[in-house]
Structures are given as structure tokens and as C-alpha cells.
């Protein structure tokens, strides 16, 4: 289990969003046994709000890579919230992540490179992670990213 990672995150200066609470009847994360399944998040929590709109669009494919990494951060924060520390994510194990894709654009790995590289920024090689990449023609509420994730959590009841 990666040592420190609340404090490790202090130190590269990231912080956490508040949470967006899940706007249907769902969960925002469940655990079973030592899984924690984190459901689908946006790029909440930015400086200029809820980044939505298209990739390869109106949005560029830098601007896509902010909104996996403030997706990546929305997840994180349900995960705290959750655990109490994310010192308790022994790793990443698996993201699933969603593009709202203009026509033609099929850069969705370099998309979700902003999720997996602010996972391997706090969480070191627990870090790295399998990974599906998918461009879809809408995401709800018109969000430019959408990610799931699954974690190994462990030292909680």
C-alpha cells in the first residue's frame, strides 16, 4: 500500500473538488470485499466550472486531457469521502473511461492519458492500471469525459 498518499498529494500541491453528489438513484462508490467500484464521474471541480462539450470539437484534445485529470480528481474525492484517507488504496486496478467525441475523432487514448498519468502522479507504480478507452456521440449533461474506476482498498473495516 503506497505510504502517504494524502500527504504525497499535499506536497505536488493537488487538491480534491467537493463532491458532486449522484444526480439519479445510485451510489457514488460501493465496496465489496477489498474492491471499492467507483461509478461515472465528469470533470467537475475546475476553475471554469463542469468542462463539457465535444473532443476534437469545441473542446481540444489538451482541453480533454484537463477534464480526465479533473475527472480522475471528482473520483479520488468520492474515494476519500468514502475511506476516510486515501492512504487506504492499495491500487489501481481498472478505469473505464468515456469521450464525447466530435465525428471522425479517435484520439481516446491520449484522452484518458490525463486520468492514467494523475493516477500514476499520486499513486506511484499502485498506480498503473488496466484501461478501456471509448468514444461515444453524447455523455449526460453534455460532459466532455466520463470515468469509472475500480481500486484495492484495504486497512478498513
Known amino acids: 500500500m503506497p505510504a502517504g498518499t494524502d500527504a504525497r498529494m499535499a506536497e505536488l500541491g493537488i487538491g480534491l473538488p467537493e463532491i458532486f453528489p449522484p444526480v439519479g ?17 465528469g470533470p467537475t471541480g475546475g476553475s471554469e466550472g463542469i468542462i463539457t462539450g465535444k473532443v476534437g470539437g469545441e473542446v481540444s484534445l489538451e482541453r480533454g486531457r484537463e477534464a480526465a485529470r479533473l475527472t480522475t480528481l471528482a473520483c479520488l474525492a468520492t474515494v476519500k469521502a ?15 473511461g468515456m469521450v464525447n467525441v466530435a465525428p471522425g475523432f479517435n484520439q481516446t487514448p491520449r484522452v484518458l492519458d490525463g486520468c492514467s498519468d494523475t493516477l500514476v502522479e499520486i499513486f506511484g507504480d499502485a498506480g498503473r492500471h488496466t484501461r478501456s478507452a471509448v468514444g461515444t456521440a453524447e455523455l449526460p449533461f453534455d460532459i466532455s469525459v466520463e470515468i469509472e474506476m475500480v481500486l484495492e482498498v484495504g486497512g478498513i473495516a
Open 25 to 41: 438513484n445510485y451510489l457514488g462508490c460501493k465496496r465489496v470485499g477489498d474492491l471499492l467500484y467507483v461509478g461515472g464521474h
Open 82 to 96: 468514502e475511506l476516510g484517507s486515501l492512504d487506504h488504496v492499495r491500487q489501481v486496478v481498472k478505469v473505464f
